[in-house]
Nanobody
Framework: QVQLVESGGGSMQAGGSLRLSCAVS????????MGWFRQAQGKEREGVAS???????IYADSVRGRFTISKDNAKNTLYLQMNSLKPEDTAMYYC??????????????????WGHGTQVTVSS
């Protein structure tokens, strides 16, 4: 059974940093897309960053230059380094993955496997 388990969330003051991790288990899939999404209270889930099988990366405009997505294939782990955090970054953060070749890796519909989320709260 495929499992994606996020960790590393927490509460932080604006300007601080957090590093999210997503450990993947239960599969030998080569993921075509892996990504991070977030959902703030009362808002739709939005893409934060994604990384393709070739290492190509996509960032939302709101986080570009502050967040960095990376993966360690040997550890089957996806990361999101979040710097210069802002109150508007407050949300539940989810990792997601999909093995299907050809996905654009942009929207939630491109991802078939999801974690349960980790909460990030940034205070001003």
């Amino acid at each position: 059974q495929v499992q994606l388990v996020e960790s590393g969330g927490g509460s932080m003051q604006a300007g601080g940093s957090l590093r999210l991790s997503c450990a993947v288990s239960g599969t030998t899939y080569k993921w075509f897309c892996m990504g991070w999404f977030r959902q703030a209270q009362g808002k739709e889930r939005e893409g934060v960053a994604s990384i393709g099988i070739d290492g190509s990366k996509i960032y939302a405009d709101s986080v570009r230059g502050r967040f960095t997505i990376s993966k360690d294939n040997a550890k089957n782990t996806l990361y999101l380094q979040m710097n210069s955090l802002k109150p508007e970054d407050t949300a539940m953060y989810y990792c997601a993955a999909d093995p299907t070749y050809g996905k654009r890796c942009l929207v939630p519909g491109d991802f078939g496997y999801w974690g349960h989320g980790t909460q990030v709260t940034v205070s001003s």
